[in-house]
Nanobody, 115 residues
Framework: QVQLVESGGDLVQPGGSLRLSCVAS????????MYWYRQAPGKERELVAR????????NVRNSVKGRFTISRDNAKNTVYLQMNSLKSEDTAVYYC????????WGQGTQVTVSS
């Protein structure tokens, strides 16, 4: 049974930073791409970042390029999203995701960027 537990979301001022964590269980973590998605109220969930199984390859969407970095620690079954220079438009619930169970979504973690 796949489980993904996100943490690290907070209220932060514009320009601030947060690091989100997602601890995974129930599948062989190191065999799978991992993804971060976000969903703002009234908007569709969107892909933010992905990282290859070994962590050597990664990408982020254009709107967060240069500000967000995805990484993973396979020994800890954890994927991270480092978010710098946060903007109000980054406000959303952030979810990690795995192809090991594509219909599973955890609780997410709320990121609020506001002055």
């Amino acid at each position: 049974q796949v489980q993904l537990v996100e943490s690290g979301g907070d209220l932060v001022q514009p320009g601030g930073s947060l690091r989100l964590s997602c601890v995974a269980s129930g599948f062989t973590f190191s065999n799978y791409f991992m993804y971060w998605y976000r969903q703002a109220p009234g908007k569709e969930r969107e892909l933010v970042a992905r990282i290859s199984p070994g962590g050597a390859g990664s990408n982020v969407r254009n709107s967060v390029k240069g500000r967000f970095t995805i990484s993973r620690d396979n020994a800890k079954n954890t994927v991270y999203l480092q978010m710098n220079s946060l903007k109000s438009e980054d406000t959303a619930v952030y979810y990690c995701h795995t192809n090991a169970q594509e219909d599973y979504w955890g609780q997410g973690t709320q990121v609020t960027v506001s002055s």
